[in-house]
């Protein structure tokens, strides 16, 4: 049989060059300061892996994130998914981007409080055509996976903080997106339930969904990820370099910089 590359045109030739991001800067102005939130960050992100990203609290994490999801804008530098710059891309497809290939997990669960699990999950398929119908039964199907079939018509404040995050993972996922960034997903959670969304993330990632995760727990940092970054200060920095104060973790600083300060630098 003929190989059959044009079906498959949603596979890249180059699977290590999926998500590419080159000199992104993201920079917000602070009264005098610049504050170099993210800061000419060049890297790859390869289809199928488990990302683990690392860093102090205000060390660009976050932004970088919404920077990937294309749910910011960079000062300068780009991001280019599948060899397509976002920045190149219509309205329409940017949004197509963040509706049908990103799924986002936040730390906050972010789900409605008034909609109950299988509405909040069923929404995000409210941008395409799916019917009402269709809309529910893989609600539930998801929730179903996730062990939530039998609080579909629970509310939030109804849901323990993991079953909550769980509906917000079910949220990602029916989509059926090609990527998932959680930022700090289990930075609310006791650690049981901790280890549960550790280990739904991974077994989702076994299945070939690539997973970016923005996370303090060590566990899934060292064990699960097969490559974790470590941002400081906006950048990314070799994982290995050690703490100014000798315990190996990253001091917190904001990444800020006086204006003028660094005028020149390449
Ligand atoms: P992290 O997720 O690693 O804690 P963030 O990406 O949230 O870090 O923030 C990085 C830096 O950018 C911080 O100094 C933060 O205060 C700053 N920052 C983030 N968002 C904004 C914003 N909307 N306006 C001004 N500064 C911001
Ligand atoms: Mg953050």
């Given at each position: 049989m003929p190989s059959n590359n044009y079906t498959t045109s949603a596979q890249p030739t180059a699977p290590d060059d999926w998500i590419h991001t080159v000199d992104l800067c993201r920079y917000y102005q602070r009264g005098h300061y610049e504050v170099r939130a993210v800061d000419r960050v060049t890297l790859s992100i390869a289809r199928g892996e488990f990302l683990g990203v690392m860093g102090a609290s205000g060390s660009g994490k976050s932004t970088l994130l919404n920077l990937l999801a294309g749910l910011d804008t960079p000062t300068s530098g780009h991001v280019e998914v599948d060899g397509q710059r976002l920045d190149s891309l219509s309205r329409r497809a940017l949004s197509a981007y963040r509706a049908r290939?990103?799924?986002?997990?936040?730390?906050?669960?972010?789900?409605?409080?008034?909609?109950?699990?299988?509405?909040?999950?069923?929404?995000?398929?409210?941008?395409?055509?799916?019917?009402?119908?269709?809309?529910?039964?893989?609600?539930?199907?998801?929730?179903?996976?996730?062990?939530?079939?039998?609080?579909?018509?629970?509310?939030?404040?109804?849901?323990?903080?993991?079953?909550?995050?769980?509906?917000?993972?079910?949220?990602?996922?029916v989509k059926q997106p090609e990527i998932v960034f959680a930022d700090e997903p289990t930075g609310n959670l006791d650690q049981e339930n901790t280890d549960a969304i550790i280990g739904i993330l991974r077994e989702l990632n076994r299945t070939g969904l690539t997973v970016v995760v923005v996370t303090h727990d060590v566990e899934m940092a060292t064990r699960i990820a097969g490559r974790t970054l470590r941002m400081h200060y906006g950048r990314i920095i070799d994982g290995q370099e050690p703490a100014a104060d000798g315990t190996g973790n990253l001091r917190g600083h904001g990444g800020r910089v006086l204006r003028g300060d660094r005028r020149g630098e390449a």
């Open positions: 290939k990103v799924g986002m997990v936040f730390q906050s669960f972010n789900l409605i409080p008034q909609h109950t699990a299988l509405r909040n999950v069923e929404m995000a398929l409210y941008f395409g055509d799916t019917r009402p119908r269709d809309r529910r039964r893989r609600a539930a199907e998801v929730l179903e996976r996730l062990g939530l079939g039998d609080r579909l018509e629970h509310r939030p404040s109804d849901l323990s903080g993991g079953e909550q995050q769980r509906v917000a993972i079910a949220r990602a996922l």
